[in-house]
């Protein structure tokens, strides 16, 4: 978990949480709501990305409603961790509650594009973008989120009786 | 010792603990609210937990279905009897389909009072700041923690303080003052802080204005709208209950510290219309004119109160909506709707040749019914314009209060309706 490799997925600002997880799609099986996830703002998203891909996002990424759905979504398509310039609250809190890494570095849409390979090193908060060299640092999470990370989500925290 | 604002008082009060800004704390959390949409992944979380034991206490849990009501398809269905059958066998008051939007039961129905923690499934859980709690929207799993055990981890927030001044035009309402607030401070202008809403105009708005400005606190990224409880709060809460008395010292300190504060005069506001796909990007209503409606959309935990259907029937009383824009009106509860029924304006609208349906949230979240197609443009006076809230990702939502709407639908195009 620590050490994060995959192709890079840009998006802008305000990436909100019914471009992750259209409201039309809430109410089919979960399954389904899968096959479009991040779909109106990129449709070849939900069918080309693979375990470990990183999604890089603007300003605001997550801001709307609190559905859990658009965090999990991208979770279970296999995106290892999300990079932003900055994230909208709630989705940043379920980020971290489902255990989907969650990072912010000020400059990063301007150093990855689409298709870049990129490494995240979650404890030193680093970014490589394996395409051109460039090294980012990004923010560098508590010790107890990271905890809740590498276990997995807060509810397996509460479980093992971590919380 | 240093001043606090009403946010940290209540985390501190909830924490038993001496909190300020960007502290954190455990807290006890008054009221849960669970819904439809987000309720189904909470509690399949809060049995991961305690492996089907109970809910910490099944009287503070409110449970309700609005998203997609009555069910619109057989996975809906499937989730409220799930959600109706935990409720039954956790002894959770349960509204079910029959009473209407989440925010606005919570309210109505007494389950929020000044001083208390409450959390949502829902992000517009801000919404009961208005009678000065501290109302937060969360994820199911943090649902799930709250179901289970009654106390979440909170970061306590810095606060912006709004403070507004002025007489507002006639037909110039909160939904406009707030659009035009979050044009100023932008979509996350207030990430992770509490917006306190204060002054002499807020002062003089009744609990449907307030309720509309601190539902829209979470449109510039706000932790919670709040405003400092005062009499127009203990006037409505007598209603519910006739005992009821506000505490005194329920507000921010004269030495509190704030992140920013923000002052505005209301006085020569014009409405306000947020343009797609951007809650922030506002533009006083000269400036979108004449921009063609093909639905109007007047409800929402927004604006769909008795209030908001007043204003809009005023304008519509007598006349007939244009001829090529559907008009939807959905009050926000059975109880919203009955008394707009009593006041003649469900008639009103009917005889405008609008549709008027049971409360829900309605087209808002662009997947139960009302949906626009490619190309179309809603005129709405709910919280979100993004790609696809009403519909497909092609069409347009304009942000508007319930007058505007009223005198788009009249027109068939936005219209001012100070000019109606």
Redesign the interface.
Known sequence: MEVIKGRIWKFGD?I?T??IA????????YEQLLEHILE?ANPDFPKKVQKGDIVIGG??FG???????A??GLKDLGVGAIIAE?????FF??CI??GLPALTSSDISKHFETGHEAEVDLRNGTITNLTTGKTLETSKLPDMMLEILETG???EM??QGK? | MMGKTISEKILSEKTGKDLYARDFGFARVDKAMVHD??GP?AIQ?MR??TGNGKVWDSSRVIMLFDH?VPA??I??AENQKMLREFAKEQGILNYDVYEGICHQIMVEKGHVLPGELVVG???H?CTYGALGAFAT??????M??VL??GRLWFKVPETIRFEIYGKLQKRVVSKDVVLKLIGIVG??GA??CACEFAGETIEKMDMAQRLTMCNMAIEM?G?TGIIEPDRVVEEYLKEIYPEYRLEDGLKSDEDAVYKQKITLDVADLEPQVAVPH?VDNVKPVSEVTGIKADQVFIGSCTNGRYEDLKIAAEILKGETVAKDTRVIVIPASRGEYVKALKEGLIEIFIEAGALVEFPCCGPC????FG?IAGGEVSVSTSN?N????Q?S?EGKIYLVSPATAAATALYGEIVDPRAV
């Open positions: 305000n909100d019914d471009l259209p409201g039309k799609y809430l109410g089919l099986p109106p300003k605001n801001c709307g409603s609190s559905r859990e759905q965090p999990r900055s994230f909208a609250r709630i809190r379920n509650g489902i989500g807060v509810l509460l479980k919380l | 949409i987000t992944l979380g991961e937990i997609q619109d398809s996975i809906a499934g829902d992000s859980t929207g969360i994820g199911s799993t943090d799930a923690a289970a055990l979509a996350d990430t992770y990224g932790k951007r979240m662009g997947g139960a949906l979100r993004f790609i696809g809230r519909g990702p």
